[in-house]
T-cell receptor, first 115, second 112 residues
Framework: ETGVTQTPRHLVMGMTNKKSLKCEQH?????MYWYKQSAKKPLELMFV???????ENNSVPSRFSPECPNSSHLFLHLHTLQPEDSALYLC??????????????FGPGTRLTVL | ELKVEQNPLFLSMQEGKNYTIYCNYS?????LYWYRQDPGKSLESLFV?????AVKQEGRLMASLDTKARLSTLHITAAVHDLSATYFC????????????FGQGTELSVKP
């Protein structure tokens, strides 16, 4: 595998389910990001991790719970979601979250549908 | 609050024509990115613009940056169908590390 991978690619879940999204980067980067892309809206930054430490949380509801066990893996745990949470969830990584001089590389995304 | 606005949001072009997508932003930025997204796919980096007056070209696409005007343009020359996609600009905020603010995206459709 190369670059940034995400699993699953598609997920349908009920409002009472618990599921997790997984992201893995094979680039040797130190920072990882979760974005939400809703239809017809710009990408919204959700979480930023640098060296496994959360450095930013953009007022995301607690039904989204991130986890970064090491610099190569990032999870987004989901529980009691709402239909409006249906979106494309994109993971990205960069060499360093502290500098804007580091390009972010994106994974293919997980298309989430909440019924 | 930083705003990044793209214009137009939808663009339908004929093959062979030229057009420009505009990206305006409201605060000081360290750098600006252009990304391409095909339907159902992730974002592919096209250009990174570092300084005022920067111009980069790749094939039929050319991007430029005017930091004084807080404006970037993505110019399409002699469009072909393969360029059909959604194009996003993203602005890196000065002094806020790697945080990117994205524009709404421009959905480009190139028709024969």
């Amino acid at each position: 595998e190369t670059g940034v991978t995400q699993t699953p690619r598609h997920l349908v879940m009920g409002m009472t389910n618990k599921k997790s999204l997984k992201c893995e980067q094979h680039l040797g980067h130190n920072a990882m990001y979760w974005y939400k892309q809703s239809a017809k809206k710009p990408l919204e930054l959700m979480f930023v991790y640098s060296l496994e430490e959360r450095v930013e949380n953009n007022s995301v509801p607690s039904r989204f719970s991130p986890e970064c066990p090491n610099s190569s893996h990032l999870f987004l745990h989901l529980h009691t979601l709402q239909p409006e949470d249906s979106a494309l969830y994109l993971c990205a990584s960069s060499q360093d979250s502290r500098s804007s001089y580091n390009e972010q590389f994106f994974g293919p995304g997980t298309r989430l549908t909440v019924l | 609050e930083l705003k990044v606005e793209q214009n137009p949001l939808f663009l339908s072009m004929q093959e062979g024509k030229n057009y420009t997508i505009y990206c305006n932003y409201s605060t000081t930025s360290d750098r600006l990115y252009w990304y391409r997204q095909d339907p159902g796919k992730s974002l592919e980096s096209l250009f990174v613009l570092l300084s005022n007056g920067a111009v980069k070209q790749e094939g039929r696409l050319m991007a430029s940056l005017d930091t004084k005007a807080r404006l970037s343009t993505l110019h399409i020359t002699a469009a072909v169908h393969d360029l059909s996609a959604t194009y996003f600009c993203a602005v890196a905020i000065s002094n806020q590390g790697g945080k990117l603010i994205f524009g709404q995206g421009t959905e480009l459709s190139v028709k024969p």
